[in-house]
């Protein structure tokens, strides 16, 4: 079964500042990987996706992510973090026969200092 | 921009009641999801339904849930009766696809099982 793991329960980082959370994932097939952001009160919002094709994803609000084989890993980065960026990041794997049957990680919640 | 609505948005419930939770896909979506996530838990899959019919269900969807798309717009979880350790957050989801299963998410129904 595949399953998701994020090392960091909480990260705190100055506005501005750079921001990478990391993702390790465990999958016997080729991953499905997805980062999503659920702001307080709020459903979770798609960031981005990787599921063939470039290893280096673009998404919403100026995140990207990096999918790495070798290391099962697929880190979110961001190169400065405005002080809207707080709230909880989740990465998912979703399976290649049912995507939308994804496995979240347990959440990294962002606190974003001025 | 079109989004999943449900409703409501809390209940609270006596333990044995039953409960409906509703949702509104996305309108030329055509798979959907019910997604929970237990108070300081990881966001759980339940089900996945495609054409009228569940595709995928979890161990934790069990008898005691139902789902049924009763019209052309709504998305229906049945809980027939509630247990204290249903009371979670359930999130429906909708996709345009099953190949790259990005899932787009409504805002949650808080259920309290009293």
């Known amino acids: 079964a595949q399953s998701v793991t994020q090392p960091d329960i909480h990260i705190t980082v100055s506005e501005g500042a750079s921001l990478e959370l990391r993702c390790n994932y465990s999958y016997g097939a080729t991953p499905y990987l997805f980062w999503y952001v659920q702001s307080p009160g709020q459903g979770l919002q798609l960031l981005l996706k990787?599921?063939?094709?470039?290893?280096l994803v673009q998404g919403i609000k100026g995140f990207e992510a990096e999918f790495k084989r070798s290391q099962s890993s697929f880190n979110l980065r961001k190169p400065s973090v405005h002080w809207s960026d707080a709230a909880e990041y989740f990465c998912a794997v979703g399976l290649n026969t049912n995507a939308g049957k994804s496995t979240f990680g347990d959440g990294t919640t962002l606190t974003v200092k001025p | 921009e079109p989004e999943v609505t449900q409703t409501p948005s809390h209940q609270v419930t006596q333990m044995g009641q039953e409960v409906i939770l509703r949702c509104v896909p996305i309108s030329n979506h055509l798979y959907f999801y019910w997604y929970r996530q237990i108070l300081g838990q990881k966001v759980e899959f339940l089900v996945s339904?495609?054409?009228?019919?569940?595709?995928?269900k979890s161990e934790i969807f069990d008898d005691q849930f139902s789902v049924e798309r009763p019209d052309g717009s709504n998305f229906t979880l049945k809980i027939r009766s509630t247990k204290l350790e249903d009371s979670a957050m359930y999130f429906c989801?909708?996709?345009?696809?099953?190949?790259?299963?990005?899932?787009?998410f409504g805002e949650g129904s808080r259920l309290t099982v009293l």
């Open positions: 989801a909708s996709s345009p696809t099953a190949i790259t299963g990005e899932l787009f």
């Open positions: 339904f495609y054409n009228n019919e569940i595709s995928e």
């Open positions: 990787y599921f063939s094709g470039d290893t």
